[in-house]
């Protein structure tokens, strides 16, 4: 059986593909291990950052104190008001981050109030960051 030069170069393409790919999942577990999640740092800056939203803070405000946090929410960038929120649960740590259930009271930017339960997903390194999750 004779086998030609494109099937030689195509199964070291795919052989290069695997070992590259082989590599990149395992630096992705080792960064997932090196930083993984504090439960308890996060939980205590996810109760933190909404406590500063409720005192009327900006959302801006967290690049500038310390320890510094990475917030997004897209409501409280709309300029939406958090009147009340509970923390559901003690959330569920998975690699660098833990995931929050919160649940939150909320007045938009015509003082029209709405109830949401919310995503929370928190990570204490390299840097703290709360984001919220897009999805419920």
Do not use: H
């Not at 833990?98 to 997903?121: P, W």
């Not at 390194?125 to 984001?131: A, G, H, K, Y």
Request: proline share 3%; hydrophobic share 40%.
């Amino acid at each position: 059986m004779r086998i030609s030069k494109d099937t030689i170069n195509s199964m070291q393409l795919t052989l290069v593909a695997l070992v590259t790919l082989s590599l990149w999942s395992v630096g992705c577990q080792t960064a997932a291990e090196a930083n993984r999640v504090d439960p308890l740092q996060a939980r205590s800056t996810l109760e933190a950052v909404l406590t500063s939203w409720q005192q009327g803070d900006s959302i801006d405000s967290w690049v500038s104190k310390q320890p510094q946090v990475v917030v997004q929410d897209l409501d409280w960038k709309a300029g939406y008001k958090l009147k009340s929120f509970e923390i559901l649960e003690q959330g569920e740590a998975v690699d660098a981050n833990l995931f929050c259930k919160v649940k939150l009271t909320l007045d938009d930017t015509s003082s029209k109030q709405s109830i949401q339960t919310v995503t929370y997903i928190v990570g204490t390194s390299p840097v703290r960051t709360v984001f919220r999750s897009l999805a419920p």
